[in-house]
């Protein structure tokens, strides 16, 4: 009792008056503390072996170790912070997933060697028809992409482990055309797709779309591109400023109203200003329903008022409205012929970085399964892969 009053003592502010008569005992002290600390330690580990082999209250102890565990976890490189995520269907909800995909560094230059991504995101309902189609285009650049699924959660995907869509799902939920469950599935790819520090680029597809040049060209196009490829514009009539409501004010007023196809490409600034908002998404979700179709309207609006100096206002996917309708056309076996691609090709001018250009989509849709065969034959020739 003595020793521990003494070692308690040394560090209060009277213990000073008491040191010329202590000088002398401390060391002596210190040895018998130190082994009464030896031998209570010893003890412990005894006792604890002896409950653990009498007992049985190995749960107990392992329950403790569950316990201080995140201790030893706590990542310690800067390699385990950067490191994408190695399993894509984690437990987090939409809201624990859009706040940890909001992290955003405020040091612009990266402390590693980052070799810029683009993240392919795929949307659809069940299986992918042109998956071979777009292994070729995909082969040989693993260092460029990344690809990432949502379909409707009753569906599984059988992808062999040699496909770069093996184990590329990620966790979703149901999904219905012209309803904010597709802005909440679009903004669930997005975010899972940013927890990859790599990935600076974000391009949305569906089943049904194609790739219409070769990986290399799309790659420096993207990467090369001043604005990020978001359709948005100023529609009169009953299609574009008629869906508008004037609820949505003071947020979003008439002159902002903004309509464009729901296929983008942004940039990774973009990317994380649509999964951090809260301020349009409550509007668009109660005063923009059908026949206000909001996937059309939601993202070309808010970026259109938050950062429109970084829109091209045009999309990089290729659909033919010509037929008129609620749908675009479908192309299926019959309609695959160099002479439809030539067409599609010859017919672009648009505006590239300020310039003009003749190379303005690199994606297309709408396109039957049973036009694969078709496209897998004309694609080195035409696509150039
Ligand atoms: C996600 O989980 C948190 C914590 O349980 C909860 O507060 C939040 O409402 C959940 N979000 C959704 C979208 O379910
Ligand atoms: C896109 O539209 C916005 C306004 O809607 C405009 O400020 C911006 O300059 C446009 N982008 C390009 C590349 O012209
Ligand atoms: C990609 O296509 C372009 C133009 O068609 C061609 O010049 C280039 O060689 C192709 N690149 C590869 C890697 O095949």
């Given at each position: 009792m003595q020793l521990r009053g003494v070692a308690l003592e040394e560090g209060k502010d009277s213990v000073p008056l008491v040191r010329p008569y202590q000088s002398r005992v401390l060391p002596l002290r210190v040895l018998q503390f130190c082994l009464l600390f030896l031998f209570l330690g010893l003890g412990f580990s005894l006792v604890s072996i002896y409950m653990v082999r009498y007992f049985g209250i190995q749960t107990v102890v392992s329950a403790s170790q569950a316990t201080f565990q995140p201790c030893y976890d706590v990542p310690s490189t800067l390699e385990s912070w950067i490191k994408p995520p190695s399993n894509l269907l984690h437990a987090m909800n939409d809201t624990e997933l859009f706040w940890r995909a909001s992290f955003l560094p405020r040091i612009k230059n990266y402390p590693f060697r980052r070799t810029p991504k683009i993240a392919f995101m795929f949307l659809t309902k069940g299986p992918l028809p042109f998956a071979p189609l777009w292994e070729r285009f995909f082969?040989?650049?693993?260092?460029l992409y990344s690809i990432y699924v949502h379909s409707l959660p009753s569906y599984n995907a059988d992808f062999p482990s040699s496909s770069v869509f093996y184990k590329r799902e990620i966790p979703s939920q149901v999904a219905e055309w012209g309803m904010m469950s597709m802005c909440d599935a679009e903004r669930r790819l997005l975010a899972n797709a940013l927890l990859d520090f790599s990935n600076e680029w974000f391009v949305l597809l569906s089943e049904s779309c194609i790739p219409l040049h070769n990986f290399s060209i799309v790659y420096r196009y993207i990467s090369r591109s001043r604005y990020s490829f978001m359709g948005s514009f100023d529609e009169p009539g009953p299609y574009g400023r008629g869906r508008y409501n004037g609820n949505m004010e003071p947020e979003v007023k008439l002159s902002q109203w903004r309509k464009g196809a729901q296929w983008f490409e942004v940039n990774r600034k973009l990317a994380v200003n649509i999964v951090e908002d809260v301020t349009y998404y409550p509007k668009f979700k109660e005063f923009c329903r059908p026949a206000c179709y909001v996937d059309e309207h939601y993202f070309p609006t808010m970026l259109t008022i938050q950062s429109p100096h970084l829109l091209a206002n045009r999309t990089l996917t290729w659909v033919d409205w010509?037929?008129?309708?609620?749908h675009p056309a479908t192309f299926g076996k019959a309609d695959i012929t160099e002479e439809f691609f030539k067409k599609i090709f010859e017919g672009e001018t648009c505006i590239y970085n300020n310039q003009p250009s003749s190379v303005c989509f690199l994606f297309a849709r709408k396109f039957a399964p049973n036009a694969l065969d078709s496209l897998l034959g004309i694609a080195s020739k035409i696509f150039g892969f």
């Open positions: 082969k040989g650049h693993e260092e010509s037929r008129g309708g609620a």
